[in-house]
């Protein structure tokens, strides 16, 4: 997963606090999850892509072609 959720809450401008916030997770978690030391179950990662507006490719795949 790299460090795209990472990558995509400074795109869409969310820090990583509102994330924490917004998914009822501590911001130590979401932490570990932007920094690509914990992997978030699925149900989370869809949530994440909820959040911040994305595919949730976009946060699996480590460099997105952009057209």
Do not use: C, W
Not at 12 to 35: C, D, H, P
């Amino acid at each position: 997963m790299s460090h795209r959720i990472k990558e995509a809450l400074i795109e869409v401008g969310i820090s990583q606090t509102e994330l924490a916030k917004r998914l009822g997770k501590g911001f130590n978690m979401v932490n570990l999850y932007a920094t690509n030391r914990v992997q978030p179950p699925i149900p989370v990662l869809y949530r994440i892509a909820e959040i911040l507006n994305v595919d949730v490719r976009t946060l699996l795949v480590p460099n997105e072609i952009k057209k």
